[in-house]
């Protein structure tokens, strides 16, 4: 409710970007400088039955590597992000790169509104608590795939620093993970998102929980879901 609010008052198309500039610039420059995780886009290429000319939608596309990685393998991207800073560098990168993105400034919340969907792949990286409920985001994520089209999700979850938190973060994030109260940005518990996303019409389902801080899920929308 407070984050739908939010939302509705602070429009990235009249100018509201909530990423300051020097923080996007040094996130993108570490970013570009890690580069992708080939064995990543190695893994949903199969799949999506290989990328050359699938729909692919970078879903809090950030700095653009990954939009770029997928465009270099051929498929046909959207990037969509609210913070036109990470649209510009993202827009340079894919030029440098000689690749053709299509930009999409907005909500991720909203992306079922604004965008042409569905999509063949839905990619969702660090950036999850960023949506404005765990529950909704999970809807939205999930309309924007087409039938027998992939969701990836990568977040950290709220176990993830948990100490290092203030008073009022502790307190969103016990909020979020015993109400299912979001105030904020705080991290899913950890396992949310699969369940949420096993409740929904999936034919298939594969959770990496190989490292302590992150939840990692990829699913294939049902075909007749
Ligand atoms: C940590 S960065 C991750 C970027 C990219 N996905 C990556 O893998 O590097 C978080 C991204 O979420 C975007 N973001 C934050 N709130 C958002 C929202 N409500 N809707 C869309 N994008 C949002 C930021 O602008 C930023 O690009």
Same mark, same amino acid.
């Given at each position: 409710m407070i984050n739908r609010l939010h939302a509705q008052w602070h429009r990235p198309e009249q100018g509201w970007d909530p990423v300051p500039p020097g923080h996007a610039h040094q996130y993108a420059e570490g970013e570009w400088n890690l580069g992708v995780r080939e064995t990543l886009l190695d893994e949903l290429d199969a799949w999506v039955g290989g990328l050359q000319g699938k729909r692919v939608l970078d879903l809090g596309g950030g700095p653009g590597q990954y939009s770029v990685a997928f465009a270099r393998r051929g498929a046909d991207v959207t990037w969509h992000d609210v913070s036109a800073t990470y649209r510009a560098i993202a827009q340079a990168k894919a030029q440098e790169a000689g690749v053709n993105i299509c930009f999409s400034l907005g909500y991720m919340d909203e992306a079922p509104k604004c965008l042409n969907s569905p999509f063949d792949l839905?990619?969702?990286?660090?950036?999850?608590? /960023?949506?404005?409920?765990?529950?909704?985001?999970?809807?939205?994520?999930?309309?924007?795939?087409?039938?027998?089209?992939?969701? /990836?999700?990568?977040? $950290?979850?709220?176990?993830?620093?948990?100490?290092?938190?203030?008073?009022?973060?502790?307190?969103?994030?016990?909020?979020?993970?015993?109400?299912?109260?979001?105030?904020?940005? $705080?991290?899913? $518990?950890?396992?949310?998102?699969?369940?949420?996303?096993?409740?929904?019409?999936?034919?298939?389902?594969?959770?990496? /929980?190989?490292?302590?801080?992150?939840?990692?899920?990829?699913?294939?929308?049902?075909?007749?879901?």
């Open positions: 839905v990619f969702n990286r660090i950036c999850w608590n /960023y949506g404005q409920t765990d529950h909704t985001f999970a809807q939205a994520l999930f309309s924007l795939v087409k039938p027998g089209g992939v969701g /990836y999700v990568d977040t $950290p979850h709220s176990g993830w620093r948990r100490e290092s938190l203030s008073t009022t973060a502790r307190l969103r994030t016990w909020l979020n993970d015993v109400l299912a109260v979001k105030i904020g940005h $705080p991290f899913p $518990p950890h396992g949310r998102i699969a369940r949420l996303f096993a409740a929904m019409p999936i034919e298939t389902m594969r959770v990496d /929980y190989s490292t302590p801080t992150n939840d990692r899920i990829l699913f294939r929308r049902a075909r007749g879901g």
